[in-house]
């Protein structure tokens, strides 16, 4: 009933704030429409929460010590670089700032795209429904779980790069899947928030690819990167 009755618009004045006054640089909220198009999360006394909530105790009960550290790290991490990993040492801003730009316009959408469900939502993180919870990343007060904006951001991230490399596409998929459960891993998120970040970055993308102008920046950043890493030129 709620999506029924607010459009996106009176959300956004609803919860207007300096993040929401931010401008997208390739696809903007009314396009994607977060807030009226995810599904509403589990409530809190729900039993899918409660079932969500045994399994971060049961990730926290098994997680190591450079599980915890890989999460630390990621929790920091809101980057293209994330992946560096996996492409190589010349994978850095300094290298490739065309990357790097398109790296941070990337990010500053997912905000614009997420945080109206995440204030329209409201759901409660799980460190702060469950207070026995240890999460070992930055915890806030404000409740914004759903969706997750680190998670949105690695298969956002991870698509875009597959634009410019699709040769490493299951490489690249592989590590947005693992970037996304060190969210887990932190105690700082729940399941279902990381099902609604990927659908939102997934449909970011689809939106993206019809922008001239994001088509343009990553066709720069493109040719910049496979020359940096010393791949064959794309064919188009």
Same mark, same amino acid.
């Given at each position: 009933m709620k999506k029924i009755l607010l459009s996106l618009a009176c959300v956004a004045a609803l919860y207007a704030g300096p993040t929401l006054a931010r401008d997208a640089a390739f696809v903007s909220a009314e396009q994607i429409n *977060?807030?009226?198009?995810?599904?509403?999360?589990?409530?809190s006394t729900s039993q899918v929460t409660q079932a969500e909530l045994l399994e971060l105790h049961r990730i926290e009960s098994t997680r190591t010590p450079e599980q915890v550290e890989r999460a630390m790290a990621d929790d920091k991490n809101e980057s293209i670089f994330i992946f560096q990993a996996l492409m190589g040492e010349a994978f850095t801003a300094a290298k490739l700032p065309l990357t790097a730009a398109l790296s941070v316009k990337l990010n500053n959408d997912e905000s614009v795209n997420t945080d109206p469900a995440k204030n329209g939502f409201k759901r409660v993180r799980p460190y702060n429904l469950d207070k026995t919870l240890h999460p070992v990343c930055k915890t806030k007060t404000k409740n914004d779980s759903y969706p997750s904006g680190h998670t949105t951001t690695g298969y956002l991230m991870a698509l875009a790069l597959i634009d410019m490399v699709p040769? &490493?596409? $299951? *490489?690249?998929?592989?590590?947005? $899947?693992d970037y996304a459960n060190n969210r887990l891993i932190c105690g700082v998120h729940y399941p279902s928030d990381l099902q *609604?970040? &990927?659908?939102? *970055?997934?449909? +970011?993308?689809?939106? +993206?690819?019809?922008?001239? &102008?994001y088509r343009q920046e990553l066709g720069a950043a493109r040719l910049e990167l496979r020359r940096v890493l010393g791949l064959a030129s794309p064919a188009n």
């Open positions: *977060a807030f009226q198009v995810l599904p509403e999360p589990p409530t040769e &490493k596409r $299951d *490489a690249i998929l592989a590590r947005a $899947d *609604a970040s &990927k659908l939102v *970055a997934y449909s +970011m993308h689809a939106v +993206m690819g019809t922008n001239p &102008k």
